[in-house]
């Protein structure tokens, strides 16, 4: 029991590293330079949609919230205009500030299969993206996800959607531990008391032991007198 009680204490803490470790790891991807430069630091996606998001958004993710100047750009918040294309408005699975309503109010997201086909029904400002990142705008022009690789925009929503999910799952992971590591400990002192009374046990039974070893001297002893 000892030695199962300390085998799962010890894979609790192996798992509580691990996710320790991962967790060091987004903060240093997340924090470095430049990483809190543009609208994207203030984005977040549902899990699954970050690529959607990513593609819908380009480039212009880098952009900042800013006021018009002539050597700067940014996002402007310019209130509702236009209306989303058939398909899940990309909307429904985005917090994001005003100034991208948008741009969210007129994309929509469909399945991959089927974005070729819709984008003829596109009208003025709409625009399509697939959870696997790809583009399709009312103009005419698409951006397959497969030609333009890994987007840093989507895999740093992804990694702040995992930072999340990392909080809950170190939390369960610490608490296995410090459950686990209780159980040792009421294992070991039941060990210990146990142990002490097997002590006290034997020092009883060699006293017991003396005295009836006494007795039967001083029996003798009045036997040889007799």
Not at 31 to 47: C, E, V
Not at 99 to 111: E, N, S
Not at 215 to 222: F, G, I, N, T
Request: net charge negative.
């Amino acid at each position: 029991a000892a030695n199962e009680a300390r085998a799962t204490l010890a894979a609790h803490q192996r798992e509580l590293s691990a996710l320790e470790d991962e967790a060091a790891r987004l903060e240093r991807a997340l924090s470095t330079p430049g990483a809190d430069a543009g609208i994207m630091q203030k984005l977040r996606a549902a899990p699954g949609y970050e690529r959607a998001l990513a593609a819908a958004l380009g480039d212009a993710a880098l952009a900042p919230l800013a006021s018009y100047a002539p050597d700067a750009r940014g996002w402007r918040a310019l209130g509702a205009l236009g209306v989303a294309p058939e398909g899940e408005p990309l909307a429904r699975y985005v917090t994001a500030p005003a100034a991208l309503g948008r741009v969210l109010a007129t994309t929509a997201v469909i399945p991959r299969e089927s974005g070729a086909a819709a984008q003829e029904k596109l009208g003025p400002g709409q625009r399509l993206v697939s959870p696997e990142g790809d583009l399709w705008r009312w103009d005419g022009y698409f951006r397959g996800s497969d030609a333009v690789g890994e987007d840093a925009g989507a895999l740093r929503l992804q990694r702040l959607n995992r930072r999340e999910a990392l909080t809950g799952e170190t939390d369960r992971a610490s608490e296995a531990v410090a459950q686990a590591s209780r159980a040792c400990s009421e294992l070991d002192d039941r060990q210990n008391a146990a142990r002490m009374a097997e002590t006290e046990a034997r020092h009883a039974l060699k006293r017991a032991e003396d005295a009836l070893a006494a007795s039967a001297r001083k029996l003798a002893d009045l036997e040889a007198e007799q």
